[in-house]
């Protein structure tokens, strides 16, 4: 799949820009109670993604992820800097984004297809057709057959599936997902990001991913954003060179998928003025240490 090529309407390669972005809040002095103090969480944040590209983001707890997605999604906006879709700059929340979340925020009183009908809904589609892009995007998650369940009838796997068929039904130019399968059990998912993989394949979206995760940062991703701690920026951007499809029992045991591993650890791990330096020898006897657990 070529993510990069041009679309006719936007001659620019990026589906999304960041310039130049400073979010900071304000937090309760504990010296003051009356008093609030400023917490940046990131700055100077630049970061260019292709259309249709899976791009994951790895990072130190508090460094920002989460407040990163907030602010593509429009739900917060930047003290400093822009942030632009297709050329445009993101003032607000719209539906050329959807988002996934690590809670799967369903509608309780709703049935799986009233669930993902929800953001056709908001675009007032005529009720035949919401149907049918329900319908279809309920078979692409595999869920044929559980239509009128409601959300208490199904396992966590289920729910997330439900929540992704909901936030590509409506047609996002962009999906955001903040951490969506750490709720789950670990057999659930390793199933869920080889469905999530397919459903990319299918769709041809652009795909921002937030994981604590490496190994899934790196099965998922065709570039991983390393960001730095507080306050967050882009630490390092790591290509990930591996063939599509993929099939997490075979690149796991891969040397290529491991080297890839231990290149975003060593950049997560080594300080900042301890500079990264990754051989481009392929050798996991010369780059891995025996000692590091991957």
Not at 47 to 57: A, N, R
Not at 61 to 77: E, H, N, P, Q, Y
Not at 150 to 166: C, D, H, N, T
Request: hydrophobic share 40%.
């Amino acid at each position: 799949m070529e993510s990069s090529a041009l679309r006719e309407d936007h001659p620019s390669p990026y589906n999304i820009q960041i310039k130049n972005v400073r979010r900071i809040y304000k937090i309760n002095n504990k010296n003051n109670k009356k008093e609030k103090g400023l917490f940046t969480a990131i700055d100077n944040f630049n970061l260019d993604v292709k259309y249709g590209e899976f791009l994951t983001i790895v990072g130190p707890s508090g460094c920002g992820k989460s407040t990163l997605l907030d602010l593509i999604s429009g739900l917060a906006l930047p003290d400093e800097g822009s942030i632009y879709i297709d050329g445009k700059e993101i003032t607000g929340p719209a539906l050329d984004r959807g988002f996934v979340m690590q809670g799967y925020a369903l509608f309780p009183w709703r049935t799986v297809t009233q669930n993902v009908q929800f953001g056709l809904e908001i675009q007032k589609v005529e009720k035949k057709e919401r149907q049918r892009i329900a319908q279809d995007y309920i078979e692409l998650v595999g869920l044929a057959g559980f239509e009128d369940r409601f959300p208490y009838e199904l396992s966590g796997g289920m729910k997330q599936r439900v929540a992704i068929a909901r936030a590509l039904a409506y047609n996002p130019k962009v999906l955001l997902m903040d951490e969506p399968f750490a709720a789950v059990d670990a057999q659930t998912r390793e199933l869920l990001q080889e469905e999530l993989l397919r459903i990319w394949e299918q769709t041809h979206k652009t795909v921002v991913f937030i994981t604590h995760s490496i190994d899934e940062a790196v099965f998922l991703a065709q570039r991983v954003v390393v960001m730095s701690s507080n306050p967050g920026s882009v630490k390092e951007m790591i290509d990930v060179d591996l063939p599509i499809p993929r099939k997490l029992g075979d690149i796991k045991i891969s040397p290529d998928f491991n080297w890839i591993v231990h290149k975003v650890w060593k950049s997560l791990h080594n300080e900042e003025d301890d500079p990264v330096h990754i051989s481009d020898k392929r050798s996991l006897e010369e780059e891995i240490d025996p000692n590091t657990v991957i």
